[in-house]
């Protein structure tokens, strides 16, 4: 894809893994300010999160880089790195990362708003409105985390995400525990917010009908290399290689309806 936007985020022949263990094996990857939404799709083990791990700066690649406005992230300064924090948001499977049981919704979500504040990211976003456009009831501000369902988790995880306004939002599997009908429409949500606040989205998941709905691109990835991209409903028509033939046969009718 061609970037006539300022890059956020750029992964260059990107080499990563864990323990010495090679995963991914030569990604090149550029998140520009108000690009379309991206998507990554693949097998299971194919080194989709790894991917993410690396753009996060989670994992330290072994060659390549990954630069956040042109500084490696993995060696952010600490001033850095907090403008990052609120730039660049991921959402991943797991939901909200707390160990706190007495942590309730509103504070979590409180706790969010005031990091965007200090980061000099103002808006006039509400717990209220957050709650809203994640389709979680009101009810829900004064509700201890513990309580919440995965999917109420995942959803909760989003609206974190977005209390910073990001330009970067990182979704990782986000909507997995959301049944179908809820999913499309919270990603429908999620699909105006590109397009009203210029948000840029990588979405990596294995539903090819979600990813479908939000990315214009997609990046088949096999054994930690993106063996084709384009529009998904033209990657599944030809495949050029087996892992994604392998990935229209497991989706047949998403497969039919995209062609
Ligand atoms: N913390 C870790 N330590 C060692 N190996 C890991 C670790 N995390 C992942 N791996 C291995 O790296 C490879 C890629 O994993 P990754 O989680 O990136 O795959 P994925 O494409 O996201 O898979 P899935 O769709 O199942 O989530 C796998 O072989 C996995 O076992």
Do not use: W
Not at 115 to 140: C, M, P, S, W, Y
Not at 225 to 236: K, T, Y
């Amino acid at each position: 894809m061609a970037h006539t936007a300022e890059p956020i985020i750029v992964a260059s022949g990107l080499r990563a893994g864990y323990l010495g263990e090679e995963v991914l094996r030569g990604i090149d990857l550029t998140i520009a300010r108000k690009d379309a939404p991206v998507g990554i799709v693949g097998p299971s083990g194919a080194g989709k999160s790894t991917i993410v791990r690396a753009l996060m700066g989670i994992i330290t690649p072994y060659a390549g880089s990954v630069t956040f406005r042109g500084r490696t992230v993995s060696k952010l300064r600490r001033g850095d790195r907090k403008i990052f924090a609120g730039e660049v948001r991921r959402v991943s499977q797991d939901g909200v990362p707390t160990t706190d049981p007495r942590l309730t919704a509103e504070a979590y979500l409180k706790g969010a708003l005031k990091d965007a504040r200090k980061a000099g990211r103002t808006h006039g976003t509400t717990i209220e409105g957050l709650l809203n456009f994640v389709a979680l009831e009101q009810h829900f501000i004064g509700r201890r985390i513990i309580t919440m369902s995965g999917g109420e988790r995942q959803r909760l995880a989003l609206a974190h995400a977005l209390a910073t306004r990001p330009d970067v939002l990182i979704l990782d599997e986000p909507l997995t525990a959301i049944d179908p009908g809820l999913r499309s429409e919270v990603l429908r949500r999620v699909k105006e917010l590109t397009v009203d606040l210029g948000i840029s989205v990588l979405l990596v998941s294995h539903d090819l009908e979600s990813v479908d709905r939000l990315c214009p691109t997609v990046h088949a990835l096999a054994d930690g290399v993106f063996v084709q991209s384009g529009p998904l409903s033209e990657i599944l028509a030809a495949p050029a290689h087996p892992v994604v033939a392998d990935l229209a046969a497991a989706a047949p009718l998403t497969a039919q309806r995209l062609r």
